[in-house]
């Protein structure tokens, strides 16, 4: 494959208070998200000054990203300026005819990865002689990504006795995992699974670990991936744990769920049952993951498959095949 531009997709989120509320129509357009669940949602960003911190960390990554990258760089958002049809019209402009696109998330399921294609889909029908947009694989198992989480586990746990690691990651609905993956084979979770494996074993192979779901939104009747973390946390204090060392695994970066949910939410839970908690630290702009960006270019552009980084044993594959990852039905 030749490829002449490079091109950063992301969620996107708000700078500002003003940015609040709009940013929050676009994320939950038709998908049936309760008021309640959106007014605290809100607030947690109200709580941030209306600053999304992934806009920052996106471009930290790009700014880590130049040094000697070949290709030129772009960056657009699924739900926030800059959005994804602008970045699209200004490529064409430019004269790009096929760009390889990063996605900020490592996952297979609707939500982390096939949306993203179905956005950059849209983003192409509304720009006419839009370049030809390729999505990099998944790397949830990518050397890259493995080693920064468990350098983040190990330094949380050194000075601990024997802390429980407790992995977590953004919880969907059980019928969206049950439909990721080809065919629906509840790939979402599989990996998740596979990277709480890898990091353990990595930073911590003694530790016992348990890997949990944060983040929950939508109408209570509808099924989410469970236990979430809070409840988690109220378990292990019954069964007598003291001391946990919690690892966003779902995430590359602080992302406001991080922030919040873990930061405030899930650290008032445990003070409150007593548990000594600490939070291990995300990717971010480690430069080891900053090659795992660049290694994934250069896969795709040599095609060199014997040179394929995973720890794994689950497969990726560049491009998705047409049942995976189907959009859910939603109430
Ligand atoms: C799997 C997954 C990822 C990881 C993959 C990826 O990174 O893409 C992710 C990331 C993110 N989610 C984010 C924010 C939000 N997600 C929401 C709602 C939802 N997320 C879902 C799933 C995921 N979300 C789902 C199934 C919903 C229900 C609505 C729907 O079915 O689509 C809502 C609505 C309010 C709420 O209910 O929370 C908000 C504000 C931000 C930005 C954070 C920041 O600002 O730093 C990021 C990175
Ligand atoms: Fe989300």
Known sequence: MVYDAFLLLSFGGPEGQDDVLPFLENVTRGRGIPRERLEAVAGHYRHFGGVSPINAQCRELIEALRPGFELPIYWGNRNWHPMLADTVRQMRDDGVQRAIAFV???????????????????????????????????????????????????????????????????????????????????????????????????????????????????????????????????????????????????????????????????????????LDYVRAATPGADPRFVDLIRELVAERVLAHGNVRHALGTIPTWDFCPADCCVSPKRP
């Open 104 to 274: 900020t998330s490592p996952f297979g399921s609707y939500s982390s990865c096939r949306q993203y294609r179905d956005d950059i889909d849209r983003a192409r029908a509304e720009v006419p002689g839009a370049p030809v947009i390729d999505k990099i694989r998944h790397y949830h198992d990518h050397p890259g990504y493995i080693a920064p989480h468990a350098d983040a586990v190990r330094a949380a746990v050194a000075g601990r006795t024997s802390p429980r690691l407790v992995f977590t990651a953004h919880s969907i609905p059980t019928s969206m995992n049950a439909a990721s993956g080809p065919g629906g084979v509840g790939r979402y979770q599989a990996q998740l699974l596979e990277t709480a494996r890898l990091v353990a074993a990595q930073a911590a192979p003694e530790l016992s670990w348990d890997l949990v779901w944060q983040s929950r939104s939508g109408p209570p009747q509808v099924p989410w991936l469970e236990p979430d973390i809070n409840d988690h946390l109220e378990q292990l204090a019954k069964d007598g744990v003291t001391e946990v060392v919690v690892s966003p695994i779902g995430f590359i970066s602080d992302h406001l769920e991080v922030l919040w949910d873990l930061d405030e939410e899930a650290k008032a839970t445990a003070d409150r049952l007593g």
